[in-house]
Nanobody, 126 residues
């Protein structure tokens, strides 16, 4: 079992920055990959950024160059540094953790983890 708790959400102006944190507890040494997903009203939940325990990362095209994911092997906390925020970034952001991935599959692209946090709300004003 893995427990995930997000924090760091809030209200920021467009162009501003915010850093989200995800504290993981439980079977943290079994985590293979973690990531951030977001869901805006009326929209599907989508991958924002993912990172594996090998250090590989992937990002949604819409956030490349603006967001940076880090953590996993460094400690028991996952981070998402968000810069140059846009109104379309507003959403509830969820932390996700995967213990096992299908062979050859790419986390966040081909599969995701079974463990989720409750989310943290990010609001971006124009």
């Amino acid at each position: 079992q893995v427990q995930l708790v997000e924090s760091g959400g809030g209200l920021v102006q467009a162009g501003g920055s915010l850093r989200l944190s995800c504290a993981a507890s439980g079977s943290i040494f079994s985590i293979n990959a973690m990531g951030w997903y977001r869901q805006a009203p009326g929209k599907q939940r989508e991958l924002v950024a993912g990172i594996t325990n090998g250090g590989s990362t992937n990002y949604a095209d819409s956030v490349k160059g603006r967001f940076t994911i880090s953590g996993v092997n460094a400690n028991n906390r996952l981070y998402l540094q968000m810069n140059s925020l846009k109104p379309e970034d507003a959403a509830v952001y969820y932390c996700n953790a995967a213990l096992v991935g299908p062979p050859g599959a790419r986390y966040g692209m081909d599969y995701w983890g079974k463990y989720w946090g409750k989310g943290t709300l990010v609001t971006v004003s124009s």
